[in-house]
């Protein structure tokens, strides 16, 4: 007696590893994406955010962004506070919508979804790269959102400049769309999003020189004496500086350090977030 | 490259399986073989070990020692290769409730690799057998809880699965529903020629499957088809619960080569026609219930464990859930 063969053979589904994966990894990210849409919640908080950060804390605070240094009153950067902080806003839009998708990571633990997909033929790399990748385009369509904004904020924009803008924004999204994964696979309890936002995203976006530059035309020793010597040294080692900074050379044309600078660090740590982690994803 | 073993004719062969949670021991060197096409019932109290046995099956949880084959792959070894051949109902809800119900499907066909064709039919095929048809673009959330196993088992056979894993297919369902799924079940089988793994709470679902499993403790306790279980281990049963303390203790010490068990103020002792007549003409008027158990699955299982199946107290794990349930959370 041998066993019969099923009606429907193997031969029947896509034989190539590289074939079967590249689908998969089409589905997770069209599943992130779709549900991206479907939350209105999430919709509305990116479309509230820029608009209450561009057009209310922008505009506020617009006719006070000019330093007194040794007693001679000058705008710190020639620009407008709003056209100062808009590439800013952009940057905190995808911080929250690559941390809020990344963090769905927990959700998908919980409800079975993960599950659904570690017992399909997908490799775990792929799994996790469709997450991060689908969180990475709802947090870019998020940055494209605040472009939206760029005539109320006087930030005149070309489509070129537009382009590299969301190259930037790209892999800014990849890099705390990981950094999400990171922090949501070691959490076990949930307690709500509001513990991300005040303990990672706010704490990130404040110490970035987004919301206040640190004046290039200073020396390091005369920084210190506007400035605390510790906010200084943190705003240095937040690698969120250097992104901010890129994204303003693109919109702004103004760059406090080298260009090159930011998009390296973001590579960098786009690269070494992913690989934790896939490290431990692979555990689960 | 994937090695596939020759298994002589078995669809799933576990050869001493053995897993630990710290100290407790889950499975304890386990063998069993499924044949192809069996519909092979794993049954056991809760914590007996079944659901760990099913995630060793599914690839998801490693086994400390021992191996395990899907249709001739290694679980740990082949992992991948595995995971084709199997289509896996969840003990927990596993469908994503903000897709619609075509969407749940496609993308399970998308990362089991199932041409764009096959996948368009296949998905027709399956909302057509578990009467979700109408549903297909509807919302997973909307569907009631039977709705959602239904779409689940058509989910797990979108791709060529040769194996199905059910862990509780059925729990917290109605009895009509139960009844559905298991039509279903037994439909594929003929339909597909698949093979059936499947654990369950509910003794009677049991009856019509081939042959079962007792796990307890992480040990087989017996492994036969239902009708040969029921003539060796089943035994007709008196559940009786005494009026006072002195009666249960003058019913223990006079019966004692009878009791099969007691819990609480509950006695049961194993009978027969003869025995009911006399214990009753002794005790009639000192008891407050009396009940005599007929032989079933059900008391081959107490005969074999020594405790009832039951549902346990909520964890850790229904409690998140709940509170996703509730909370409304917009992250999810």
């Not at chain 2, 595995?82 to 066909?109: M, W």
């Not at chain 2, 998308?110 to 996948?119: A, E, I, M, T």
């Not at chain 2, 793994?197 to 003794?203: K, Q």
């Given at each position: 007696m041998t066993p019969l063969e099923p009606k429907t053979s193997f031969s029947q589904l896509n034989s190539r590893p590289i074939l079967l994966q590249l689908g998969g990894l089409y589905g997770i990210w069209l599943r992130e994406v779709k549900r991206a849409i479907r939350d209105k919640g999430q919709l509305v908080g990116g479309i509230s955010r820029p608009i209450l950060w561009v057009l209310i804390l922008g505009i506020g605070l617009n006719p006070y962004f000019r330093g007194e240094v040794y007693g001679e009153v000058t705008f710190v950067v020639p620009f407008t506070y709003l056209q100062f902080i808009f590439p800013a806003v952009v940057a905190l839009n995808i911080m929250y919508t690559s941390v809020q998708s990344a963090v769905s990571v927990i959700w998908d633990r919980e409800f079975g979804f993960l599950r659904e997909v570690l017992v399909s033929p997908m490799s775990r790399g792929t799994v996790l790269l469709g997450k991060v990748l689908g969180g990475a385009t709802v947090a870019v369509v998020h940055g494209c959102l605040v472009l939206l904004l760029a005539r109320f904020a006087d930030v005149p924009?070309?489509?070129?400049?537009?382009?590299?803008?969301?190259?930037?924004?790209?892999?800014?999204?990849?890099?705390?769309?990981?950094?999400?994964?990171?922090?949501?696979?070691?959490?076990?309890?949930?307690?709500?999003?509001?513990?991300?936002?005040?303990?990672?995203?706010?704490?990130?976006?404040?110490?970035?020189?987004?919301?206040?530059?640190?004046?290039?035309?200073?020396?390091?020793?005369?920084?210190?004496?506007?400035?605390?010597?510790?906010?200084?040294?943190?705003?240095?080692?937040?690698?969120?500086?250097?992104?901010?900074?890129?994204?303003?050379?693109?919109?702004?044309?103004?760059?406090?350090?080298?260009?090159?600078?930011?998009?390296?660090?973001?590579?960098?740590?786009?690269?070494?977030?992913?690989?934790?982690?896939?490290?431990?994803?692979?555990?689960? | 490259m994937s090695s596939k073993v020759s298994l002589n004719q078995s669809a799933v062969k576990i050869a001493e399986l053995t897993k630990r949670y710290g100290r407790t021991l889950a499975l304890d060197e386990i063998s069993l073989d499924v044949r192809p096409q069996e519909l092979f019932a794993l049954l056991g109290p809760n914590g007996a070990g079944k659901t760990s046995l099913i995630h060793i099956l599914c690839t998801i949880l490693r086994p400390d020692t021992g191996q395990a084959w899907?249709?001739?792959?290694?679980?740990?070894?082949?992992?991948?290769?595995?995971?084709?051949?199997?289509?896996?109902?969840?003990?927990?809800?596993?469908?994503?409730?903000?897709?619609?119900?075509?969407?749940?499907?496609?993308?399970?066909?998308?990362?089991?690799?199932?041409?764009?064709?096959?996948?368009?039919?296949?998905?027709?095929?399956?909302?057509?057998?578990?009467?979700?048809?109408?549903?297909?673009?509807?919302?997973?959330?909307?569907?009631?809880?039977?709705?959602?196993?239904?779409?689940?088992?058509?989910?797990?056979?979108?791709?060529?699965?040769?194996?199905?894993?059910?862990?509780?297919?059925?729990?917290?369902?109605?009895?009509?529903?139960?009844?559905?799924?298991?039509?279903?079940?037994?439909?594929?089988?003929?339909?597909?020629?698949?093979?059936?793994?499947?654990?369950?709470?509910?003794?009677?679902?049991?009856?019509?499957?081939?042959?079962?499993?007792?796990?307890?403790?992480?040990?087989?306790?017996?492994?036969?088809?239902?009708?040969?279980?029921?003539?060796?281990?089943?035994?007709?049963?008196?559940?009786?619960?005494?009026?006072?303390?002195?009666?249960?203790?003058?019913?223990?010490?006079?019966?004692s080569h009878r009791l099969t068990g007691q819990h609480g103020e509950t006695i049961l002792l194993k009978t027969d026609d003869s025995f009911t007549e006399s214990f009753l003409s002794e005790y009639g008027t000192r008891i407050r219930s009396l009940v005599s158990e007929v032989p079933s699955l059900e008391t081959v299982f107490l005969s074999l464990t020594g405790r009832e199946l039951r549902d346990q107290a909520a964890g850790v794990r229904e409690r998140t859930y709940a509170f996703g349930k509730r909370g409304g959370e917009h992250t999810r």
């Open positions: 924009l070309q489509w070129s400049d537009i382009l590299k803008a969301i190259g930037l924004m790209a892999l800014l999204a990849f890099a705390l769309t990981s950094l999400g994964v990171v922090i949501a696979n070691r959490i076990r309890s949930f307690e709500g999003f509001g513990v991300f936002s005040n303990a990672v995203i706010l704490p990130l976006y404040f110490t970035s020189s987004s919301v206040f530059p640190l004046d290039p035309a200073l020396t390091r020793a005369q920084t210190k004496v506007v400035y605390p010597e510790w906010l200084v040294n943190v705003v240095q080692f937040n690698p969120l500086t250097y992104a901010v900074d890129s994204l303003r050379g693109v919109l702004i044309n103004y760059n406090q350090f080298d260009p090159r600078l930011g998009i390296g660090i973001m590579l960098i740590s786009g690269g070494l977030l992913f690989t934790i982690a896939f490290l431990d994803f692979r555990k689960m | 899907i249709d001739g792959f290694d679980v740990v070894k082949d992992p991948l290769a595995a995971r084709r051949r199997l289509g896996i109902v969840f003990q927990e809800p596993s469908l994503d409730d903000r897709l619609t119900v075509y969407e749940n499907l496609n993308l399970h066909g998308l990362v089991f690799g199932v041409p764009r064709k096959v996948r368009k039919q296949r998905i027709e095929e399956m909302l057509n057998l578990v009467e979700l048809t109408e549903w297909a673009d509807k919302t997973t959330r909307m569907l009631s809880s039977g709705m959602k196993r239904r779409l689940e088992i058509a989910r797990a056979l979108i791709h060529d699965s040769a194996i199905m894993l059910l862990d509780e297919p059925t729990v917290g369902l109605d009895a009509q529903t139960r009844e559905k799924i298991w039509s279903y079940i037994k439909q594929l089988r003929e339909d597909r020629q698949i093979t059936v793994i499947v654990t369950t709470h509910y003794i009677d679902e049991v009856e019509g499957c081939d042959r079962v499993c007792v796990i307890d403790h992480g040990k087989i306790l017996v492994l036969d088809t239902p009708e040969a279980l029921k003539k060796t281990y089943a035994q007709q049963i008196l559940r009786i619960i005494p009026k006072s303390d002195e009666v249960l203790q003058e019913i223990l010490t006079s019966h």
